[in-house]
T-cell receptor
Framework: NAGVMQNPRHLVRRRGQEARLRCSPMKGHSHVYWYRQLPEEGLKFMVYLQKENIIDESGMPKERFSAEFPKEGPSILRIQQVVRGDSAAYFC????????????FGEGSWLTVV | EDQVTQSPEALRLQEGESSSLNCSYTVSGLRGLFWYRQDPGKGPEFLFTLYSAGEEKEKERLKATLTKKESFLHITAPKPEDSATYLCAVQGVDSSYKLIFGSGTRLLVRP
């Protein structure tokens, strides 16, 4: 039973480039969440999506960041014109339904901006 | 605003030396309190969910308890493989889909 799959695991981008992070939720899960973990900081909520819908993006920076979860295919977190401060671990998580159910995390995508 | 504070920030134990990690929380209404374990370079691994005060859950050497204001993760006779960062998170009734995390407790168990 595959868990939450994220790719790439490691990504290096130069300042100004775009980063695309992909997430396939656990089988049967229709709710996807993205979290960011900055160096030496805790996990911070970014966005919550269901298929074809953004439910809550209150934790997402207003500029350069976007997320989608299309009807077919993985969820994508897109960061345009990356800056050094975007260097972090980005974790995707999924659950069966949003209230009170266990949220399972992937192994993360580690973005380094040089 | 929902908030989670974990203590201590770091804890060193000898193998077999039992101890407890604390998670204090403030939330308008608690939907669930979650404990995760995170190893370096890995994603959080689910351990427990607690839903109401008085609830307890156990898994191997770990036992989680919950009161109205805090949760404890008790580690009995730890082994070096228990070394990790332990994360506590709350899910509120008003924003039940969002987990608010504490900064974690880094546990090191020496042989």
């Amino acid at each position: 039973n595959a868990g939450v799959m994220q790719n790439p695991r490691h990504l290096v981008r130069r300042r100004g480039q775009e980063a695309r992070l992909r997430c396939s939720p656990m089988k049967g899960h229709s709710h996807v969440y993205w979290y960011r973990q900055l160096p030496e900081e805790g996990l911070k909520f970014m966005v919550y999506l269901q298929k074809e819908n953004i439910i809550d993006e209150s934790g997402m920076p207003k500029e350069r960041f976007s997320a989608e979860f299309p009807k077919e295919g993985p969820s994508i977190l897109r960061i345009q014109q990356v800056v050094r401060g975007d260097s972090a671990a980005y974790f995707c998580a999924s659950s069966v339904e949003r209230r009170g159910n266990t949220i399972y995390f992937g192994e993360g995508s580690w973005l380094t901006v040089v | 605003e929902d908030q989670v504070t974990q203590s201590p920030e770091a804890l060193r134990l000898q193998e077999g030396e039992s101890s407890s990690l604390n998670c204090s929380y403030t939330v308008s209404g608690l939907r669930g309190l979650f404990w995760y374990r995170q190893d370096p370079g890995k994603g959080p691994e689910f351990l427990f969910t607690l839903y109401s005060a008085g609830e307890e859950k156990e898994k191997e050497r770990l036992k989680a308890t919950l009161t109205k204001k805090e949760s404890f993760l008790h580690i009995t006779a730890p082994k070096p493989e228990d070394s990790a960062t332990y994360l506590c998170a709350v899910q509120g009734v008003d924003s039940s889909y969002k987990l608010i995390f504490g900064s974690g407790t880094r546990l090191l168990v020496r042989p």
